[in-house]
């Protein structure tokens, strides 16, 4: 079992800058990818960004050039530094890890926007 706490997030006005963090605790062998999805209200969950163990990262192409996902290995922890942030970027933004053969997810933290 991995559990997942985010924190970081927050009301930003547009334009600004946030970090989210997540780290990664439990029983587990290893983590593979780990990254970060986010859901507005009345929308589905989307993508935002991943990280592999060994730093190869993705972006949704909204997000490119404005966020940066970067991890540390030695303590399961995941970082998505965001910046120039939009109203459309307010959403719930949840942790995602994919551990041993199970994906888990964080409960998620509130990023607000406002313009």
């Known amino acids: 079992q991995v559990q997942l706490v985010e924190s970081g997030g927050g009301l930003v006005q547009a334009g600004g800058s946030l970090r989210l963090s997540c780290a990664a605790s439990?029983?587990?062998?290893?983590?593979?990818?780990m990254g970060w999805f986010r859901q507005a209200p009345g929308k589905q969950r989307d993508l935002v960004s991943t990280?592999?163990?060994?730093?190869?990262?993705y972006y949704a192409n909204s997000m490119k050039g404005r966020f940066t996902i970067s991890r540390d290995n030695a303590k399961n922890t995941v970082y998505l530094q965001m910046n120039s942030l939009k109203p459309e970027d307010t959403a719930v933004y949840y942790c995602?890890?994919?551990?041993?053969?199970?994906?888990?997810w964080g409960q998620g933290t509130q990023v607000t926007v406002s313009s």
């Open positions: 439990g029983s587990f062998f290893s983590i593979s990818t």
């Open positions: 995602y890890a994919h551990a041993d053969v199970r994906d888990y």
């Open positions: 990280c592999t163990p060994d730093g190869s990262t």
